[in-house]
């Protein structure tokens, strides 16, 4: 058994959600997990009580939440030195065209050369259109965006994107790597196969 915590960066509440169902999938497999909104400063961690560390961000206008960067640049030597990985939830991930799968790789391009960390397991999930969620504003722009992204304009809905058996084997890869050892038999989280 090991000990997880999840902090993640949620707008809308779709990587909300997305953290509570890898909770419960990390859960099953008999680990120990805790959730952490990384917005919410009264619920800062010490991550020297945990074994493994999954941070997950959304994206908007293009960015990840500066909530997250502040918590990667504060936490960043406790990352580190534990099995870690990073999930990124987006409308493009959502999308299965060429030019969203650039801007899927270009957010997590960024997102390393901004933070500096090298996540040992990365993955990209879609995420949500909630229309019921939004102000008028946002609701019109996410309206065409979603004319050309998804097609799904009805703005009296909401759409979910999120491929759950994508997020299964995420954690069940994650879950094995920490399992195994989180590739400390060499150096901690280096190994390049270990790369996404
Ligand atoms: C105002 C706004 C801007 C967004 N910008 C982008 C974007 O630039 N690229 C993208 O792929 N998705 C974009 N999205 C889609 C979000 O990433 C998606 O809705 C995701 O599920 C939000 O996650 P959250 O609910 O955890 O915040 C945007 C969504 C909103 C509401």
């Known amino acids: 058994m090991s000990s997880f915590v999840i902090a993640y960066g ?22 120990e997990t805790t959730r952490v909104s990384v917005a919410d400063r009264r619920s800062d961690v010490s991550l020297a009580d945990f074994d493994a560390v999954l941070v997950g961000s959304s994206i908007h206008m293009g960015k990840h939440a500066k909530t997250v960067y502040r918590f990667v640049r504060e936490n960043r030597a406790d ?11 987006s409308l493009s991930s959502a999308v299965d065209d060429e030019s969203a799968r650039a801007h ?13 960390w090298h996540p040992d397991k990365i993955a990209a999930f879609g995420g949500a259109l909630r229309y019921s969620e939004y102000g008028f504003l946002t609701r019109m ?14 703005t009296s809905r909401d759409y979910e994107y999120t491929d759950w058996e994508e997020v ?9 790597f920490v399992e195994s050892g989180g590739g400390s038999a060499d150096t901690p989280g280096s190994s390049p196969e270990n790369r996404e």
């Open 10 to 31: 949620s707008r809308e509440g779709q990587t909300a959600k997305i953290a509570e169902r890898i909770a419960e999938m990390l859960d099953s497999r008999g680990h």
């Open 79 to 89: 990352i580190e030195s534990r099995p870690n990985g990073f999930f990124q939830v």
């Open 104 to 116: 899927v790789a270009e957010y997590i391009d960024e997102f390393i050369r901004e933070s500096g």
């Open 141 to 154: 722009m996410m309206k065409r965006i979603a004319a050309d992204a998804t097609g799904d304009t009805d």
């Open 168 to 176: 299964e084997s995420f954690v069940a890869d994650f879950a094995a």
